[in-house]
């Protein structure tokens, strides 16, 4: 006997998304972001989808939604948050907040640059892990960032760079933060997560492999540096383990995979080599990083290694041994959890410098015209100058000495007017931001030392690295207690030690293998587990320290 | 052969801050340069002093049992006031505008005046007048009381962190001593006395209220953070080394083991001596941590403390090895 079924088909509609033209078909009850998100449209939710950010924000071209979720109309639309909004007929929606994520400054320098000769730490000679077959074989070395992704194409006959790419992760859709994306990956997304960076370091591929006229099928090798939430997630391996306490990845070191099983281009057996991890928290990104300094050949001294981003990684040591720890600085330096924040991108105030005598505010913005909001540097800068001036006090609320024209009390509290025509301004809250963030940063690095039994005047080295440290001002972060106060001899800033480390091991098998042996000499630091961290957290959350000499010695 | 003690000499001291000016009496406090009590080894020119809290209104929420000893005078400061200087012995008052409070009456920081001047004019004794609690009110209220009564070198309770900028200023320009208020943590502690004397207090005027809790309720968290103080004075720390208050008796009478009735739990004993041993207990603890300042709310606690207080000076000034 055959049981009859009542089945309810649900109703399926189409949504477009201006101006990009994408479209999609989905099931009546999906949200728009979700739309949005398998429509491959860049909808930015750096929350994850929890109507937190509001970064979603759509405007209905055409079509009806639900009443209650309409945030605002103008002029007779509707504005919606994507994540908030569930579909109930065909849609024609506009991404109000950057729809399109914005290229990245391009940074043409390195074409035409020889890795092995500029950022060899010690002698290394060309020496690919895959076999050579003609004089146009390509290697590519990628870093994969939370926030941005990186990539090199390199020409494996002589080791020249000859094309490079950057991109934002396209994974921010579902959270800015390592953490949203690991539950989204728990909720099932995995192959989502996967499919999205993949995707994305393909279309980059294309885009080299086109500016450089040459064809994606010489590539015979990979790279790839990451943290190791990013690696699991390029695999498609589940790093649900990560984010758990005790930290239990699926694995530190991963064999390498076969280019065709991720969809990027190579001719038969192009192996996809990843940088092993020390930690949990302290991924393949930061070992390839130290390594790329030449931690394991230093003669003599102690080098402090710090990657400025919204995960903070942090090694102290030499060659005989260091020490790790990974930091949740927040996202404070990219720009974000910043009121008027953005990242280091065109109309970005970048630097500031107060002029005591007039009490007047100078700003430097990128590409120039408008500011259109701060980034990292332009709040480091900002605080550093402020706080100089005494503008603001040592906790980074203002103080009387703010000249009238540059105060603005508003519901969000007082702040520092950086803009006339647009509502561009510094609150307070955004100021305890940034000191938390650099409260983060510096007591890991205290911590780190502290568990050495050395000082501050004991490194003889201190290097910066992060897309985010290009445009630090070194002065400025030693100014208000993000980095030691060292003579400026001292300090080397590497422009990615993570890219440049994955393109030294995709032309160097010596420089892998010392890579993996010296990974043994590293010990994690869970800076959870010590109990003084705290201590030094809240020390360092004043300006400069609550221990100025702390900061020198 | 007898065994001779080394004393132990540190590098730093206790500031010594004086409170109450004007028609005061005044009291010096700190000044000591050893850990506390060690009397065997250091010098102490002031003891720890004692206060009585007395309140502006009839306060809702004291126990029966600490309200007996101020029968009638509960809402009457300056009378209530009288009787802790004259009848109870203490060395200094703790006027609470708890009335000011929006929650409790929202009294204006003119009849807060009005109140603070029915004390002054009552007794000799220094004044501590503690606002009701952090924010836009504390200000209005503490501010209007230390500019009215300029030059009484008042104690102003309290500064905090996120908000030291109006007290700060009252207190440089009418002459009066401001309590720095912290959550139980060594860093912050300092932050605000660096705060303070980056608008120029002079930390000569500056107590520090570390936060506690009764006995049972966190007292080991106070405990060891005001000795970490302590240590971190001794050892040179200039922003460190103002004296300590802590206000025992707002904490002590509301726990559990106080609150509860004899009737309730026969084992506990009677509720009476219950509340005050534990309020003794606490204080003690606290002075022996480092305390210069105590509030206390019971008379009975009062001179208890003040006993043993004597006693220990009285021998430690016979048993000096120096």
């Not at chain 1, 005598?357 to 709040?379: M, V």
């Not at chain 2, 912050?188 to 500056?206: F, G, M, P, T």
């Amino acid at each position: 006997m055959i049981s009859k079924h009542t089945v309810l088909t649900a109703q399926k509609h189409r949504i477009i998304f201006s101006p990009s033209g994408r479209s999609i078909v989905v099931t009546e009850g999906t949200s728009i972001l979700e739309a949005a998100r398998l429509a491959s449209e860049p909808l930015p939710a750096e929350c994850g989808g929890r109507g937190a950010c509001g970064k979603c924000l759509a405007l209905v071209l055409e079509g009806d939604v639900p009443e209650y979720r309409v945030i605002h109309r103008k002029e007779g639309l509707s504005e919606i948050l994507a994540c908030q909004t569930t579909v109930r007929g065909p849609l024609t929606v506009h991404a109000l907040v950057e729809s399109e994520l914005p290229k990245l400054i391009s940074c043409d320098q390195s074409i035409g640059m020889a890795p092995l000769e500029a950022w060899a730490p010690w002698p290394l000679k060309l020496d690919p892990p895959a076999h050579i077959n003609s004089s146009e074989d390509l290697g590519v070395a990628v870093d994969i960032g939370t926030t941005t992704v990186r990539l090199l194409l390199i020409r494996l006959v002589d080791g020249v760079i000859v094309g490079e790419a950057s991109a934002y992760n396209p994974q921010i859709s579902w959270g800015a933060d390592v953490i949203s994306r690991i539950i989204a990956a728990e909720k099932g997304r995995l192959d989502d997560l996967a499919e999205l960076i993949r995707r994305a370091i393909s279309a980059m591929i294309l885009e080299t492999t086109t500016q450089a006229t040459d064809d994606a099928d010489l590539i015979r090798a990979y790279v790839v540096a990451g943290n190791l939430t990013m690696i699991h997630l390029l695999l498609g391996i589940d790093p649900s383990g990560i984010r758990r306490v005790p930290s239990e990845p699926a694995a530190l070191a991963f064999e390498p995979v076969d280019a065709s099983s991720l969809g990027w281009p190579g001719r038969g057996g192009v192996m996809v080599h990843t940088i092993p991890a020390i930690g949990g928290w302290v991924g393949g990104d930061i070992v390839s990083g130290i390594l790329r300094i030449g931690l394991p050949r230093q003669s003599d001294g102690i080098s402090l290694y710090v990657d400025l981003g919204t995960n903070g990684e942090i090694a102290v040591g030499g060659a005989d041994f260091a020490m790790a720890c990974a930091c949740s600085a927040g996202p404070a330096f990219e720009g974000s959890g910043i009121r008027c924040g953005m990242r280091a991108d065109q109309g970005a105030i970048d630097g500031a410098v107060i002029d005591m005598e007039k009490g007047t505010l100078e700003l430097s913005i990128i590409s120039g015209g408008a500011a259109r909001g701060i980034c990292g540097s332009g709040l480091i800068s900002l605080a550093d100058a402020l706080f100089r001036a005494g503008w603001i006090d040592r906790i980074g609320h203002f103080t009387d000495k703010l000249p009238d024209p540059y105060r603005l009390d508003d519901k969000h509290g007082r702040a520092l007017r950086l803009s006339q025509k647009k509502k561009i301004a510094l609150w307070e809250r955004d100021l305890a931001g940034l000191i938390r963030a650099k409260a983060a940063i510096f007591s890991g690095i205290r911590t780190l030392l502290d568990s050495l039994g050395i000082g501050a005047g004991d490194i003889s080295r201190l290097v910066v690295s992060g897309n985010f440290g290009r445009f630090l001002n070194l002065p400025a972060a030693a100014g208000i207690g993000l980095l030691p106060d060292l003579p400026p001899e001292k300090y080397v800033y590497v422009d990615n030690g993570s890219l440049e480390g994955a393109a030294l091991a995709l032309l160097s098998k010596d420089f892998m293998l010392e890579l993996e042996s010296y990974l043994r000499k590293i010990t994690y630091m869970n800076l959870s587990e010590v109990p003084s961290y705290m201590d030094e957290f809240v020390s360092a959350s004043f300006l400069p320290h609550t221990y100025p000499e702390k900061l020198k010695g | 052969m007898s065994l001779k003690l080394q004393p132990k000499k540190w590098p730093g001291k206790i500031r010594e801050v004086t409170l109450g000016a004007g028609n005061r009496q005044p009291r010096t406090v700190g000044g000591g340069n050893g850990l506390p009590l060690h009397t065997f080894e250091a010098d102490f020119p002031h003891r720890p002093v004692l206060a009585l809290e007395v309140t502006d209104i009839n306060p809702p929420r004291w126990l029966d049992i600490v309200r007996e000893p101020w029968e009638g005078l509960l809402g009457k400061p300056a009378d209530a006031a009288r009787k802790a200087a004259e009848q109870y012995g203490a060395d200094l008052i703790m006027l609470n505008l708890m009335g000011t409070h929006p929650d409790r009456g929202g009294r204006s920081p003119d009849q807060a005046a009005i109140d603070v001047e029915a004390v002054l004019d009552a007794v000799r004794v220094p004044l501590i007048v503690k606002g009701p609690g952090a924010g836009a009110k504390q200000n209005d209220v503490l501010a209007r009381v230390a500019e009215k009564y300029h030059g009484e070198g008042l104690v102003l309770h309290s500064a905090c962190q996120e908000d030291y900028k109006t007290l700060a200023a009252v207190t440089v320009a009418y002459g009066h001593v401001l309590v720095s208020e912290s959550p139980i943590d060594l860093n912050i502690a300092k932050q605000v006395d660096i705060l303070l004397s980056d608008v120029n207090i002079n930390l000569d005027r500056v107590l520090i209220d570390p936060l506690t809790g009764g006995l049972g309720y966190g007292l080991e968290y106070t405990y060891s953070v005001m000795e970490r103080i302590r240590l971190a004075a001794l050892g040179g720390d200039q922003m460190l080394n103002s004296p300590m208050i802590c206000l025992v008796g707002e904490e002590v009478w509301k726990v559990k083991e106080v609150k509860v009735s004899e009737r309730q739990e026969p084992r506990w004993g009677d509720q009476e001596t219950r509340g005050i041993n534990w309020e003794v207990a606490t204080a003690w603890s606290l002075i022996e941590a480092g305390a210069e300042v105590v509030v206390l709310r019971h008379p009975d606690s009062l001179a208890r403390v003040r006993k043993i207080l004597d006693a220990w000076f009285a021998e430690g000034a016979s048993n000096n090895t120096r």
